[in-house]
């Protein structure tokens, strides 16, 4: 098992710009999270899904952000229209459904200039 | 709305010395009680967890301290090193939850 991957490591991107993240989830946890963290901040929750059911959405996520997970296995992030306030780190961690471990990834580093 | 408080910010220890770091919650229906540790350009890792059925739980040189009438508790590294360093976030969440709540995290830095 090689743990949670997360692509792109680094993204810089203009303001206005869409970027899309990937999160290959450990092949058989049923759950997937995405979290966002800044510097100095720890992480904060964005969205769940349970295999493929997107099940909660954090009211920290504005419409610009849409997350999916179409097979249940891996899962993308995409922001729309990127603002200056959304460089952070975007992790994603995976669970078994009736674990609370979360094992992260290495996120994805957002820089919008 | 900060659910879990994380104290101190940042912590510097000699090498061999005891690093405590502090948590405090809000939320009763918390049940689970998780340290992570994370290390630059790497996402967090869990450490060590509690359940608040035990006031104490130890693995290793690492231990859990839990006070459920205060709604605290506390991680102790005994006998730190510099492999230590990190930034150690405590968390909270419900059993069969899906939310877990990271507090503000704790740069620990241990001299050699």
């Known amino acids: 098992d090689t743990g949670v991957s997360q692509n792109p490591r680094h993204k810089i991107t203009k303001r206005g710009q869409n970027v899309t993240f990937r999160c290959d989830p450990i092949s058989e946890h049923n759950r997937l999270y995405w979290y966002r963290q800044t510097l100095g901040q720890g992480p904060e929750f964005l969205t769940y899904?349970?295999?493929?059911?997107?099940?909660?959405k954090s009211r920290l996520l504005s419409d610009r952000f849409s997350a999916e997970r179409p097979k249940g296995s891996f899962s993308t992030l995409e922001i729309q229209r990127t603002e200056q306030g959304d460089s952070a780190m975007y992790l994603c961690a995976s669970s078994l459904s009736r674990n609370e471990k979360l094992f992260f990834g290495s996120g994805t580093q957002l820089s919008v200039l | 709305q900060q659910q879990v408080k994380q104290s101190p910010q940042s912590l510097i220890v000699q090498k061999g010395g005891i690093s405590i770091i502090n948590c405090a919650y809000e939320n009763t229906a918390f049940d689970y009680f998780p340290w992570y540790q994370q290390f630059p350009g790497k996402g967090p890792a869990l450490l060590i967890a509690i359940r608040p059925d035990v006031s104490e739980k130890k693995e290793g040189r690492f231990t859990i301290s839990f006070n459920k009438s205060a709604k605290q508790f506390s991680l102790h590294i005994m006998d730190s090193q510099p492999g230590d360093s990190a930034t150690y976030f405590c968390?909270?969440?419900?059993?069969?939850?899906?939310?877990?709540?990271f507090g503000a995290g704790t740069r620990l830095f241990v001299k050699a």
């Open positions: 968390a909270a969440s419900r059993a069969g939850g899906f939310k877990t709540i």
């Open positions: 899904f349970q295999n493929e059911a997107q099940l909660e």
